[in-house]
């Protein structure tokens, strides 16, 4: 079982940046995939963001692309979510994400780890 903590959810004004971190509750070569997920009211979890541990790929929506980085702390399970010019849609719950499977579409049920998330209210 791996349990997933995130940080770093704020209230923001439009164009503004924030940082989102994830710990793992233990380090583990065994995790693949780590990401970031995010739920808006009445909107289904919609991907974010996924990085690939062993490969370092990176993967984003197109929503986020240009605006948010996906990024590891060095040889620890930690992963971070650099936030920049966000807008007000992306205000939601921002979910991190971790499995062991090879592979990753960057959609919900491709993970099997989910932390409690961290608000991010983006305001005018």
């Known amino acids: 079982q791996v349990l997933l903590v995130e940080s770093g959810g704020e209230s923001v004004q439009a164009g503004g940046s924030l940082r989102l971190s994830c710990v793992a509750s233990?380090?583990?070569?065994?995790?693949?995939?780590m990401g970031w997920f995010r739920q808006a009211p009445g909107k289904e979890r919609e991907g974010v963001a996924h990085?690939?541990?062993?490969?370092?790929?990176?993967r984003y929506a197109d929503s986020v692309k240009g605006r948010f980085t996906i990024s590891r702390k060095n040889g620890q399970n930690v992963v971070y979510l650099q936030m920049d010019n966000l807008k007000l849609e992306d205000t939601a719950m921002y979910y991190c994400?971790?499995?062991?499977?090879?592979?990753?579409?960057?959609?919900?049920?491709?993970?099997?780890?989910w932390g409690q998330g961290t608000q991010v209210t983006v305001s005018s």
């Open positions: 233990r380090y583990s070569d065994s995790i693949r995939f």
């Open positions: 990085l690939d541990m062993y490969r370092f790929d990176t």
């Open positions: 994400a971790a499995t062991y499977k090879d592979y990753s579409d960057l959609r919900a049920t491709d993970f099997n780890f």
